[in-house]
């Protein structure tokens, strides 16, 4: 019974990981693309050249 429930805890921890894992990976995407988007997509500063797009 106790290696029973042991298998599966270990199961359930691993598919929560794997879950985890997934979620941060699509995030890692979209930041990414946000990130490329704002080379291609900057505002314009005085003079008409193009300005930065982040604040640092």
Same mark, same amino acid.
């Given at each position: 019974?106790?290696? &029973? #429930? /042991? *298998? /599966? /805890? #270990? @199961? +359930?921890? +691993?598919? $929560?990981? $794997?879950?985890?894992?997934? *979620? +941060?990976?699509?995030?890692? *995407? *979209?930041? /990414?693309v946000?990130? +490329?988007?704002?080379?291609?997509v900057?505002? &314009? @500063?005085? $003079?008409?050249?193009? $300005?930065?797009?982040?604040?640092?």
């Amino acid at each position: 019974m106790v290696p &029973t #429930l /042991l *298998v /599966l /805890l #270990l @199961a +359930l921890i +691993l598919f $929560g990981a $794997g879950f985890a894992l997934k *979620v +941060l990976w699509w995030i890692a *995407v *979209v930041v /990414l693309v946000v990130w +490329l988007l704002g080379f291609v997509v900057r505002p &314009t @500063a005085a $003079g008409g050249r193009r $300005g930065r797009w982040y604040r640092w």
